[in-house]
């Protein structure tokens, strides 16, 4: 018996049947392939579809192999074998099933997150196929696609239309929350209550009734109504049986027995939550509500420490500083406020920063208003005979000025400081901190200057590691990239735990990056970024190593980093260049329709991002790479009225233009080019290109008109020009 046969056997013992076969041996073995299929034996499914195609090959079944075959490869997730089965397939030649062949190649280009052709596909099954079971399925794959590419509105319209139109309760059910979830990250509580109202009312016996009862109960809490609030969480944990999902009721129900003031019946929900992050966050904001905040600060650096990573991360430093702040660490407090401020984004986690602002204003107040505190100090020097008290007071005037940047006003005093008592004990403090006010205004040569004084004066100063740390920055900013990679290693290795490690580790690499040094600058991205416990740091280490791989071609690795990144750090500021990136990394790899949804998602959602014009221009000139001269122009011209201008994108403009045959605004653009360009070497180029353009014309005379004012310009093309010329009047 041959293989074939053999897997025949195997899957009909599974299947209950018996082994024989009519005279129709092709009917058979297609049979026997489909019930191998809809009993889930996909790997089967495909060796027999194999065989199949190659021992029937003028079947006119091959169409319905091929689709069994596709849809064998999707549940095996090979998507892209998947989606090159069913490109292979006419639709004309599908008649029967043409609307499944493009609803699974937008499920299949789904599943690789390539949306644009989601959409395409499952526009052409819901446009052409009205009638088509998998219509509405199609449908939820576009409002999908929305979604993911952060298309709302759109996305929301065809939830909606899928709620309230479409027949299957299982589509209706999967649309409902996920308009749920789309009006819950934009805070539209009045419209949840309303569709949550509509589901009850209308599937009695559904499946999300929990989720209903969860997000109504969310609703109420945001709205500060928590007795609703705690009746609706009761109703979902009644209901459901997911562990996961239990947790964030039991934090819902938890949170608003807090806000009630009901402390047992809050401490009993925490208590609940099996997951240890959930609980950790809850049992911190717990302590934190009933006012002990040392087991507040206790859980809240366990969770922290636990687990950095955590989208709530924000809300618990915040937590930290507000707790810090009430047990009086107001220096510590100002810096939990800022590391939130510094650190998160605005758009994803608004309230949570405007809190964190509020908590760095009652920071300044209870340290003392500016103008106050300095004032008391002035008042403490000038009524005291005290040496060191005078000192002490100046210098707390010069660092309040220094603070608040009066540069001026701090380097007046600690200069009145120093001729005063030269050789007081604050010394080795007010020169560091004038040598940074220089080094503030690019005095780099005075601030070195006095830095290293300072590092062979005071040796055991306990500012050396600082000094030591500034020395090399500025080599690094006069680019004396070779004594500041040799400073910087040095000070990595003497001070590992030095507040400064990380951005010295972070400005090492940018030494490395400076001369070349990939290999070197590679191993040791690899070695030390999982270490960098400042997030931001981290960040911008992560971008620069995502940029040398981009810089020396190693366009794989780039692309590895810039998922990882977008992955950890969803909420960076450092997102759109990011993005940027990877729309520059998959245009160098030629994967062109990736590279456009990048500069596509720049240009949609950071339009006030400093990558915003590089977005708008590089897609202009992806398009014109492709040969889509008319995409081009329109980014082109966008550029251009947003005052992104350059002469370079002139040209680039004109050359589409003439590719487009608009031969006028084609010469209009040369023509501004070669009158307002200060560079000859512009003028020339733009002439020959306006020359060429009236020869094609017929314009004779203009052409030789033009070639003149090159000849006239005296560059080295005035020799093309003059024969140009010549070839011309010959031919009159």
Known sequence: ???????????????????SYSANYEDDDLTVVLRSFSNGFYGASVYLLEEFLKDYPQSDKIPLAKITLAKSFYHKKEYLKAIFCLKELDPAGCVDFADEVYYWLAKSSFAIESYQDVIKFALKTVDDYPDSILFWEAYYLIARSHAETNNLPAAEDIFKKIVFSSGGTNIKERACLDLIELYYSRKKYSDIKLLVSYYLENNPGGGLLDRAYFYR???????????????????????????????????????????????????????????????????????????????ALRAIDMFL????????????????????????????????????????????????????????AWCYLKRGDYKKAIRIFANTARNTDDPTVWISSK??????????????????????????????IYYDYIQFHVAMIFLNRGIWDEAVSILLKLREDFPRSGLIPEISYYINTIYLGKKDFSRAEEGLFEFILKYPEHSLSDQAKYLYAKTLLNQRKYRQVFLFYNKEIPGIKEAQIKQLMFLDKIKACFDSDEYSK?????????????????LPAVYLLLAKIYENRNIFLKAEHFYNLIIREYPDNEVFSDAVISLGYLFKEVKDFERAVVYFKKAIDADFDSFNLRFALGFCLEKLKSFREALEEYSDIARDSPEVDDKVRAYFRMARIKERRDSIEEAKNIYRKIIKLGSEEAKIARKKLQELETAD
């Open 395 to 424: 210098i707390q005037i010069a660092d309040v000025y220094r603070e608040a940047n009066y540069l001026d006003e701090a380097l007046v005093l600690y200069e009145e400081i120093l001729k005063k008592y030269p050789h007081n």
């Open 558 to 574: 780039a692309e590895d980093a810039a998922k990882i990144f977008i992955k950890d750090f969803p909420d960076s500021a450092k």
């Open 217 to 295: 109960g969310e609703c109420f809490y945001h709205e500060l109504e928590y007795a609703k609030a705690v009746l609706e969480y009761k109703k979902a944990l009644n209901l459901t049986n997911d562990e996961r999902f239990r947790d964030s009721i039991y934090q819902g129900m938890g949170l608003s027995y807090l806000s009630k003031g009901d402390y047992d019946e809050a401490r009993s929900s925490f208590d609940n939550i099996k997951g240890e992050e959930g609980r950790l966050l809850s049992r911190g904001i717990y302590y934190f509500k009933t006012e002990d905040y040392s087991k």
């Open 305 to 360: 420490e636990k687990f950095p990573k955590s989208r709530k991360a924000p809300l618990v430093y915040l937590y930290k500083a507000e707790s810090l702040y009430h047990t009086g660490r107001v220096n510590d407090a100002l810096c939990a406020y800022r590391r939130v401020v510094d650190n998160f984004d605005q758009y994803s986690y608004s309230s949570i920063i405007n809190n964190a602002y509020y908590g760095i």
């Open 1 to 19: 018996m041959d293989r074939k046969k053999i897997v025949i056997s195997i899957i009909l013992c599974f299947l209950g049947l018996s082994l």
